[in-house]
């Protein structure tokens, strides 16, 4: 019975396969084999999602683990987690199915179960690739090969391994490589007795392929291909690979501008995927292939309702993908949605709607943390409602009467500036497109960071002024900016006025990734101004380890730096040199209303998360930082290089260890946008606190008087010297 089970699977028959496993199962029982009944029950439960029984397929997984772990059948613990997380991708529930994935490849590795490792391994590789975390599936996919020369690796595994490596290789836009793991696979399924489902998948990395390297006539032709073989096996247990071909070649004929014939495939494969409502995984890239085809074809009343769903849709994702960065990569890759979504609200005139598309795009998981007052490892355990943006109605209500806000929307053909104030709105557009606009920012960046005289960068910090800063904003209140994508690695404060003066010195400068988290971090400040005697926690250039780290210097203006301002505030823990521990470190931030550290910070170009803060005996990585919480801290300062700017994401904004504190519950942070120079940054710093402590100013006016200290010698009158520091977060009045 089982023999048959495996035939009929092959086909693509999953009832009839389930039918003959569960036969074979209740056969096994009789005999007193609980084993061999295991072994078929676990091939019945895992082809139920496939037949549209994802629930169902739940239930049985998750007996069968008790099961295994209560008899200890080591062979079914790492395939029943494996199926429970190909059941859970079905229903989109993308953080679980990850987990489970996770589980089995650990549980496989444990019992020295190579092929169950290997599968594990390819299909995290797989997952990661699909969200654009293109680092941690190379990871996977290195595992994924490591494990195929411990055994004799069958056909189906080398088929789905090759395909993997086509998808990632894709991604990565190794072009030529990606087709010919396309071709590879194609030739290894034809050479066997291959089912509608291998050929078809086969097929489709070639059309993927193709379509990237612009051979569109190609693509089209392995698409009609694929559809003929489906089409020849139609039947309801072929019914999401059909569903699949057709939205396969959908998106060639999108790519090819033939929108009209784009959408019929997208429909077609809609109502393939209705008639299996347990399966969600393809949904949202339908709704979004036809959304992008109604705005190409100019079809305003169907793009409106097909945003509906899209955004519907897009939330629902938000709660199933809940760590940090896969939510990065994967709404960074969907911000155009949100983009066309403005335009379109622009374009009827309504400046209002188009705003709060703006902000419901920004920031959101970052909300989420700061929102939540847990610990980012906990809210990213917590499988509940995500946080929502506020309207603005409920923005202007809460915007502290002192501030104004200035929000950028960097669309592809224009610049649109949106001023707030708690009772006006207006509205701004510029005629620069999003790509001009970058290569303008980075080009002044790079001359800025080279240090770079003030009368040299005039002329282009004029002309990004005139851009960029709104004309008549009240200069008796602080100025918040919510910058877009590119606007996020520029330093406004060195922008020059048509007078000649830096924007820094006719506003106090503050910077946040949403409004909704403004206020929100405004709301903790408040709150937390009842800690009105602060103590300090200042760490001063750890003596962290030189073989490490060889090319960096000793610090020791970072030193005196600490001890200095330490000596400012009545409480003070001064951790410096040797005894600038880790541990010490993470023994005493929670319980301090001030934070500030000199040292150095170490980005990481593939994963901000492994960034980290050198100390003593040891590094602080920015992930290790989400078990923890700031219940106390009014204010963190950075005093180190680039830890308020690793790069910028297309969704989330500015990505950080600024960005960490804040969601730690830190409601201001100061950091910097660039590598620093120790000297000028120790007497900023310095005269920073000074201010804060001795003439009682506000943090954000205490920064720019101590930034305007530097900018008035001559030799640190270069923004260089004094625009690096920038103040994160909320308003306070502290």
């Known amino acids: 019975m089982s023999a048959y089970g495996f035939i009929t699977s092959e086909k693509s028959d999953y009832a009839k396969a389930i039918s003959e496993f569960e036969r074979s199962r209740d056969l096994f029982i009789r005999l007193g084999n609980a084993g061999e009944a295991a072994i078929a029950e676990s091939w019945a439960a895992q082809f139920l999602p496939e037949a549209g029984k994802v629930a169902e397929g739940e239930r049985r997984l998750a007996a069968i683990l008790a099961n295994a772990r209560g008899k200890n ?5 790492p395939m029943a987690y494996y199926w429970l997380g190909v059941g859970e991708f079905f229903q989109n529930r993308l953080t679980e199915s990850r987990r489970d994935f996770k589980t089995a490849l650990v549980e496989a590795e444990a019992a020295n179960n190579s092929f169950e490792a290997d599968h594990a391994a390819e299909t995290l590789a797989l997952h990661y690739t699909v969200l654009g975390e293109f680092g941690t599936a190379t990871s996977f996919a290195s595992r994924m090969l490591s494990f195929t020369s411990l055994y004799r690796e069958n056909s189906g595994q080398s088929k789905r391994d090759l395909g993997t490596l086509a998808m990632l290789s894709l991604k990565l836009e190794f072009l030529s490589t990606s087709y010919n793991f396309s071709i590879e696979k194609l030739n290894l399924v034809r050479g066997d007795k291959p089912t509608t489902r291998t050929l078809t998948d086969s097929l489709r990395n070639i059309v993927y392929a193709a379509s990237a390297r612009g051979d569109f006539p190609t693509a089209l032709q392995y698409a009609n291909e694929s559809l003929a073989v489906a089409s020849k096996d139609f039947n309801p247990e072929n019914t999401k690979t059909i569903a699949q071909v057709y939205l396969t070649r959908a998106d060639v004929e999108a790519q090819m501008k033939q929108y009209a014939q784009a959408i019929a495939d997208y429909d077609q494969s809609l109502s393939l995927y209705r008639q299996q409502p347990e399966w969600m995984d393809d949904l949202y890239r339908i709704h979004k292939g036809k959304l992008l085809c109604f705005q190409k074809l100019n079809e305003q009343q169907n793009f409106a ?33 949100f983009d066309l979504a403005m335009d379109d609200e622009l374009r009827r005139g309504d400046k209002r709607a188009a705003y709060e598309y703006a902000e419901a795009s920004r920031a959101r998981s970052l909300l989420d943390f700061v929102e939540s007052g847990k610990s980012i490892a906990e809210a990213e355990q917590d499988f509940g409602a995500v946080a929502k943006p506020l309207s603005l109605d409920e923005i202007q209500a809460k915007l502290p009467a002192q501030i104004q806000l200035v929000q950028y929307a960097a669309l592809s053909d224009r610049l649109v500036i949106w001023i707030v104030t708690k009772t006006e709105l ?47 904003l009240a200069k008796d209140k602080q100025l918040f900016l919510v910058p877009d994508k590119a606007l996020h690695q520029l330093a406004f404060a060195s922008l020059v006025s048509p007078a000649g003066r830096f924007l820094l010195q006719d506003f106090a400068l503050s910077y946040a990734p949403s409004a909704s988290v403004m206020v929100i971090a405004s709301e903790i400040a408040l709150r937390k101004q009842q800690f009105d005697e602060e103590s300090i926690l200042s760490v001063g250039n750890p003596d962290y380890q030189r073989e490490e780290n060889l090319n960096l210097p000793d610090l020791e203006s970072a030193e005196i730096e600490a001890r200095t301002i330490a000596a400012d505030y009545s409480k003070a823990v001064p951790l410096v040199g040797s005894k600038a521990t880790k541990a010490e470190f993470l023994r005493n931030f929670a319980s301090m209303e001030v934070i500030h550290f000199a040292g150095h910070f170490v980005t990481n170009s593939q994963s901000s998360a492994n960034s980290k803060l050198l100390f003593a005996e040891g590094t602080l990585r920015s992930a290790e930082l989400s078990a923890y919480k700031l219940p106390r801290a009014k204010l963190v300062v950075l005093s180190a290089c680039e830890t308020g700017f690793e790069h910028y994401n297309q969704s989330e904004g500015a990505i950080g260890i600024a960005r960490t504190f804040l969601a730690l519950g830190a409601p201001l942070v100061v950091a910097s946008q660039w590598k620093v120079d120790t000297e000028p940054t120790k007497d900023l710093m310095i005269a920073f606190h000074q201010n804060r402590t001795r003439k009682r100013m506000t943090t954000i006016e205490s920064l720019r008087q101590a930034q305007l200290e530097v900018l008035a010698k001559g030799e640190t009158r270069a923004p260089f010297y004094w625009a690096a520091f920038s103040l994160f977060g909320g308003y306070a009045n502290y």
């Open 73 to 77: 059948f080591k062979l079914l613990i």
């Open 426 to 472: 207006t509205l701004i557009e510029k005629p620069i497109t999003a790509a001009e606009l970058e290569r303008k920012v980075a080009a002044y960046q790079t001359a800025l960071v080279s240090k770079s005289s003030a009368a040299d960068l005039q002329p282009v910090a004029k002309e990004l002024y005139e851009v960029l800063i709104p004309p008549g």
């Open 305 to 337: 309702a097909e945003l509906k769903t899209v955004m519907t849709l897009s939330e629902q994702y938000r709660t199933t993908i809940r760590e940090d960065e896969s939510r990065q990569a994967f709404f960074a890759n969907e911000q155009i949605v």
